[in-house]
């Protein structure tokens, strides 16, 4: 906890992006969202809570919307739900928003009413949107409709808000 000690007060950062955050801590074959990395988060989330109150602690917990939601709110602030957004960006590029409706009534009942999840559309491990939407105007529209309009706080990857493209790597 030093160190985020070190980012929060000297550096003044409001909070923490948490990179692989289900994969903390291994327990034999089992690598992923194991009870003592929930136990760590926790621990790390008091002490955290304890030095700047109100510091947001968001994991990308590349998983199912039912792990991803178990980080949230004993854990985790927020955790980045893939699942919504590959919803959207099929959404946007097919003109279906049929799976939109599912998906969003699916993840509502998993994170908590006032938010718990970190809504995107791509992140720095994936192919940009505009890219996937093949540089369309409407179908970016549509994406940026979907995702800044829909529950959740939505975060940009930079570079979508002006409709840059790219590919891995970048």
């Known amino acids: 906890t030093d160190d985020a ?6 550096v003044g ?12 801590i291994e327990d034999g074959p089992e690598t992923q969202n194991t009870p003592e990395t929930h136990a760590w988060w926790k621990t790390f989330r008091t002490a955290v809570e304890a030095g700047k109150p109100g510091a947001l602690l968001l994991g990308e917990v590349y998983d199912t919307p039912q792990n991803s939601s178990s980080y949230v709110p004993d854990d985790l602030d927020l955790t980045f739900d893939f699942a919504s957004a590959s919803t959207m960006v099929t959404a946007a590029q097919s003109g279906d928003g049929g799976s939109v409706e599912q998906a969003l009534a699916k993840i509502s009942t998993l994170y908590p009413a006032s938010g718990g999840y970190g809504a995107f559309l791509t992140n720095h491990d994936q192919v940009r949107i505009g890219s996937q939407v093949g540089g369309d105007v409407a ?9 800044l309009l829909g529950p959740g706080v939505p975060f940009i990857y930079y570079g979508e808000e002006i409709g840059m493209t790219g590919a891995k790597p970048d």
């Open 5 to 10: 000690e070190f980012w929060l007060d000297d």
């Open 13 to 24: 950062v409001d909070g923490f992006r948490l990179d692989a955050a289900k994969y903390l």
């Open 139 to 147: 179908k970016l529209g549509v994406a940026a409709d979907l995702l």
